[in-house]
């Protein structure tokens, strides 16, 4: 937002103490004395005095202070899933940046991964976000419940980073990727020209991208339920795996 409220800085403010952050960093206190911005997001207004965000901030603080002893004690809920960003399909988009679709634009992997990490949190489910180049995302949960990791289009993956989800995979975890996930290595070649590094992960070869419009539909037969995708529509071909959706209504 170009002007967070009140209630935007509480959300972020909550959001990261029940995530388990140390300390919250508020950008910024006084208004730039020189820039573009009209200092929307200043925590003191022209005359030095609190906005209503530094307001709110020093509420929470003092929830925070009158109960110290439930604060000092809680924790996190361990997340059971965790939306991977890559850095090599961040700069693959800004480098093949076109204007027309979402999902060319140079912001197309991060919007894809926010639409994912949103529906997780409305569903209740305990999610983090991290990068896929960083093993500690991989590290199993001390109840030894099975994990799901997600990659939303993100277009470009390194073999080693391939190597890193299947031995996810292979712990007994779920990964899921939608859009162009893995078609490209971090030079921006085509991976299905040769061998994919994710075909031992996907249990499938890509054959063939086809956009088909700007709009389409997926429907599953297990569960029983009907996808909406975006722009592009894969044949794939088997190597193990069980197909479980196919396009159409």
Do not use: C
Request: charged share 20%.
């Amino acid at each position: 937002p170009m002007n967070p409220t009140r209630e935007d800085n509480a959300q972020w403010t909550w959001t990261a103490i029940g995530s388990g952050a140390d300390r919250v960093v508020y950008w910024l206190l006084n208004a730039r004395g020189q820039g573009g911005e009209a200092a929307e997001w200043s925590m003191l207004d022209f005359q030095q005095r609190p906005s209503e965000r530094l307001a709110e901030a020093a509420a929470i603080a003092a929830t925070l202070r009158k109960h110290e002893a439930v604060f000092a004690d809680a924790r996190p809920i361990a997340p059971r899933a965790t939306v991977l960003l890559s850095l090599e399909s961040m700069t693959l988009q800004d480098n093949y940046k076109w204007t027309d679709y979402p999902g060319r634009r140079r912001q197309a992997h991060l919007m894809a991964a926010l639409g994912v990490y949103e529906t997780l949190a409305e569903m209740g489910v305990t999610t983090e976000v991290r990068f896929v180049h960083d093993p500690g995302w991989r590290a199993p949960l001390a109840s030894g419940s099975p994990r799901l990791a997600i990659l939303a289009h993100a277009t470009a993956i390194s073999a080693e980073q391939a190597a890193g989800l299947e031995a996810f995979v292979r712990e007994g975890n779920t990964l899921l990727v939608t859009g162009l996930t893995g078609l490209f290595d971090p030079e921006a070649r085509a991976w299905p020209l040769g061998r994919s590094p994710l075909e031992p992960v996907l249990g499938a070869r890509m054959k063939e991208v086809r956009l088909v419009g700007e709009k389409g539909s997926l429907r599953l037969d297990q569960p029983p339920l009907v996808l909406p995708f975006h722009l592009w529509e894969s044949d794939v071909e088997p190597l193990g795996a069980t197909p479980i959706g196919r396009e159409g209504e």
